[in-house]
């Protein structure tokens, strides 16, 4: 059973960074592409960045990599806002829909807290 364990949240001031990481327990995740999402209080969750794709809200100061020889995947932010405030969830795609659905992800790990102050 493929589990994902996130860590790297925290508290920041705005205008600083993260790095989030997504550790695999399995090398198998390596074939899928890999997604971040995130649920702020009150809202939906929502989906971040999967491979090369962010979305506008993220775009130019998030990016994702992966290490495959540790079998994890990381999201740097940088110029954190407070509007980033969630907590924030990897996911294994493994269906073929959308992306930015969290329909087309079976795996997800436990979300990680990040939280920007003004």
């Known amino acids: 059973q493929l589990q994902l364990v996130e860590s790297g949240g925290g508290l920041v001031q705005a205008g600083g960074s993260l790095r989030l990481s997504c550790a695999a327990s399995t090398r198998t995740f390596s074939t899928y592409n890999m997604g971040w999402f995130r649920q702020a209080p009150g809202k939906e969750r929502e989906w971040v960045a999967t491979?090369?794709y962010y979305t506008d809200s993220v775009k130019g100061r998030f990016t994702i990599s992966r290490d495959h020889t540790k079998n994890t995947v990381y999201l740097q932010m940088n110029s954190l806002k407070p509007e980033d405030t969630a907590v924030y969830y990897c996911a294994v795609k493994t269906r073929s829909g959308s992306f930015y659905d969290s329909g087309s992800y079976d795996y997800w790990g436990q979300g990680t807290q990040v939280t920007v102050s003004s």
């Open positions: 491979s090369t």
